[in-house]
């Protein structure tokens, strides 16, 4: 990839956090504020005595929909007029048969002759007054008519109706967002069930989409819910099934409606005729107030309810939940008999891989997998498998790999560059970044999120050939945790008041109250990762613009060896000492230059696996680094922007404790003052590394100040490898410095194999790095 990327931060807002961005331009066109046009009486029936608003507003939270529209209520068309013709803009009118000062069709005539594009609905009671108009008025003036029958929902459905005719075919169009075809004609029929259908997809909605990874994620994808397409009449029917042929997720049709102007008693055994011809695995439920049209349905591969049904509403749940893929997806063999069950997609992963061939075999022939993809939002998984035929693989081994290979790939997506919440069912030891309990990350976690999702949507972690740039998996621990660990051991005004770091670390190590459910996600954890681990912390102030803090607080490496008892006690232990670094002396003092108290501080923890390779006893990475974007101390051609990097062999604790490392410009690599002369090299490079012990024992460690990490002599990297790449030598015969390691003499760390020989991008990755930080 070209680096001109980097020159323009436009690229980032288009590309981070991508697997969001497509479900915030959905539902463009909202109903924000709605215009009641009705009689003093017609209100108070509609007001359920007084509380209309509240309890549309209640619905909608229930629902985890976005903020209710505003309810503006008047009783004469002339004030509508004046309003709608004002500044004040609605998008819906709802009117009452009965207006003080005009009839409801001259209202709805009035605000089309006056050119108002706002949809206008006629919101009627089941009578002779209604029927009337039915018969002798131009009832075409209003978008929609429905039947007052005392259910509230029935305005909700009003607005979700609307706003679904605007927005199916931008939605369906860019992002693949399913459609349910709703085929009725009687008017007190669908003005009942339109509510319950909208309630009952809303709610298999949301609980399909607690699958997010986040609260973010899952509120963004509920606005992929289906959408319903009401059609009172064959020809829209099948003008609405042609427009949205490949994203018509069910039909639900009545057998009789109207046909080229005229009511057909068998309409809907045609339409489902015609629509089965032409999308064979489209579910379709019939409805019918008259006959029984199970066997009819049954021959079209059809389900039939009754609406005289005394279990209607059970049977349309159970339709949507078996047939409209909004259920669990239920294994079957060819004859029925079921063989597994998945919830989520975690779990369909693995039934996958254990369930006969049989089984796959049957559900691919069929277009099962897809069609439950897409009830779950997961349009874009869905769409890669559906072109797909079972033919198009040699075998059904081959055919049930590629169906996971895109269920992994698919969580990966799906996860990077996101914080989600912590579930041992979808974390991914290796590219996941979660979180358990609730609160704040601290600083140090909300820049490694940051970055990672810099990182995936910007395209920069491929940028370098053969290199992949990641931020290691890992879980951070809220800042609830730990206001919840220092109230259950009764540590916060203790802790405040003592200034020895000693006995601070002796009381929050004996300290043996913490968050049972924290407890329960952290051992689970470990069930998944068994590298070695980073304990981090992550304070409210950590990482500042003006105040980074720096080596303040601890940061802790542990082998996680043993079982996983110890593991977990090992771990909480760590934890335990981080918490009790916030009140040490080293960030006392510190605080002191800045305007916050002690007591203003609260620490969550960063634990994620360490990136290296064990050698023996040792574990350390080949190279560990610190960037600037800013050098205050720029030597020509150099400037202040270009950057300064300090870079080590091991660990970075000999960095950030101001040890002698390689010192360079990311755009000047090869200019390396340090390196003007062999005395200067000797002088200005590093004699020793630090890993971590493995056969360290973290639960021994009483001291505020004891560690797992070692110091090793440069031998004991020679011996391991990992010397000779990074390495220059001295020769001591003519005192003269070569880059490598293949003469005789004495290793140094020059790190010029890599910044002269160009070995590995490394400069390249410091400055792409620099550059897309200073954007934050």
């Not at 956090?17 to 009486?41: C, K, N, T």
Request: aromatic share 10%; proline share 4%.
């Amino acid at each position: 990839m070209s680096k001109d990327f980097l020159d323009d931060p436009r690229f980032i807002e288009r590309g981070a956090g991508a697997p969001l961005l497509d479900f915030q331009h959905l539902m463009r066109h909202r109903v924000r504020e709605v215009l009641l046009v009705s009689s003093l009486y017609d209100l108070y029936l509609f007001e359920e005595e007084g509380r209309l608003y509240e309890l549309i507003r209640d619905e909608y939270l229930g629902l985890h929909l976005s903020h209710a529209p505003e309810l503006t209520r008047v009783s004469r068309g002339a004030e509508a007029l004046e309003l709608l013709q004002g500044n004040h803009r609605f998008d819906l009118v709802i009117t009452t048969p009965h207006v003080e000062d005009m009839t409801s069709l001259k209202l709805a005539r009035t605000l089309r002759d006056a050119e108002l594009d706002v949809p206008v609905v006629l919101l009627a009671y089941d009578n002779r007054e209604l029927a009337d108009m039915l018969t002798h008025g131009d009832v075409s003036v209003f978008d929609r008519i429905f039947v007052w029958q005392g259910d509230f929902r029935l305005l909700i459905a009003i607005i979700k109706d609307l706003e679904d005719r605007i927005n199916a075919e931008y939605d369906t169009r860019e992002l693949g967002v399913q459609c349910i075809l709703l085929v009725e004609d009687d008017l007190r029929q669908y003005s009942w069930f339109l509510p319950l259908l909208y309630t009952e997809t809303l709610k298999q909605s949301k609980r399909l989409i607690t699958e997010g990874v986040n609260l973010s994620h899952r509120s963004l994808r509920m606005r992929g819910r289906p959408k319903i397409l009401l059609c009172l009449d064959w020809e829209e029917a099948w003008e609405r099934f042609e427009a949205y042929r490949d994203s018509i997720l069910g039909v639900i049709t009545d057998v009789a409606f109207p046909r080229g102007g005229e009511q057909d008693a068998e309409a809907g055994l045609e339409l489902a005729r015609k629509i089965r011809s032409q999308v064979f695995d489209v579910p379709i439920v019939l409805q019918s107030a008259g006959g029984d049209y199970s066997a009819a349905a049954e021959e079209l591969g059809a389900t039939f309810i009754s609406k005289r049904s005394a279990t209607m509403l059970a049977d349309f749940r159970r339709c949507l939940t078996d047939h409209f893929s909004f259920g669990d997806f239920v294994f079957r063999t060819p004859d029925g008999t079921e063989v597994g069950r998945a919830v989520d997609l975690a779990s369909l992963e693995r039934e996958l891989i254990r369930v006969p061939d049989e089984s796959v075999r049957y559900h691919a022939e069929r277009n099962h997998f897809s069609n439950w993809l897409k009830a779950r939002t997961e349009f874009a998984l869905a769409a890669r498998l559906r072109p797909r035929r079972v033919s198009d693989y040699a075998s059904t081994a081959e055919m049930r790999a590629d169906l996971l290979r895109h269920l992994r790939e698919n969580r990966r997506i799906r996860q990077q560059g996101l914080l989600s919440e912590f579930s041992s069912e979808s974390f991914d030891p290796a590219v996941s970044f979660a979180r358990i309990g609730g609160g704040s990350v601290g600083g140090k976690a909300r820049g490694l999120a940051f970055v990672n999702m810099l990182l995936h949507g910007s395209g920069a972690r491929e940028s370098q050939t053969g290199v992949e740039i990641e931020v290691p998996a890992g879980i951070v621990i809220g800042t609830e945790v730990f206001d919840a660990f220092l109230g259950q051991n009764h540590l916060r005004e203790f802790a405040l008041a003592c200034d020895d770091d000693e006995e601070l670390a002796r009381r929050f190590l004996d300290a043996n109250q913490f968050p049972k459910d924290a407890i329960a996600k952290l051992r689970a954890f470990l069930a998944l990762c068994r590298e070695p681990l980073a304990v981090r912390s992550s304070s409210l102030l950590e990482d500042s613009q003006y105040h980074p803090f720096a080596g303040v607080y601890l940061t802790c490496m542990i082998p996680n060896e043993g079982d996983d008892e110890k593991r977990l006690q090992e771990l909480l232990a760590t934890i335990r000492r981080v918490y009790a670094s916030t009140f040490f002396r080293a960030a006392r003092d510190y605080m002191k230059v800045t305007s916050f108290g002690i007591e203003d501080e609260k620490m969550a923890v960063i634990v994620h696996r360490m990136v290296g390779a064990r050698h023996g006893e040792r574990f350390y990475p080949d190279i560990s680094g610190v960037t600037r974007s800013y050098n205050f101390y720029p030597i020509a051609p150099q400037t202040p922007n270009d950057g300064i990097t300090s870079v080590a062999l091991g660990l970075g604790k000999l960095i950030v404790e101001g040890g002698v490392v390689a010192r360079f410009c990311p755009k000047y690599p090869g200019h390396l003052v340090q390196l003007a002369s062999p005395a200067a090299a000797l002088r200005n490079s590093q004699t020793f590394f630090y890993a971590l012990d493995m056969h360290a024992q973290p639960l021994e460690i009483r001291s505020a100040a004891g560690d797992c990490v070692v110091a090793c002599r440069l031998e004991d990297a020679e011996r391991d490898g990992t010397l000779a790449p990074l390495a220059s030598t001295w020769s001591h015969q003519n005192d003269a410095l070569y880059d490598g390691v293949g003469r005789e003499g004495t290793p140094v760390v020059t790190f010029a194999p890599i910044l002269r020989g160009k070995t590995f991008p490394l400069p390249e990755i410091c400055d792409l790095l620099a550059r897309l930080s200073s954007w934050g």
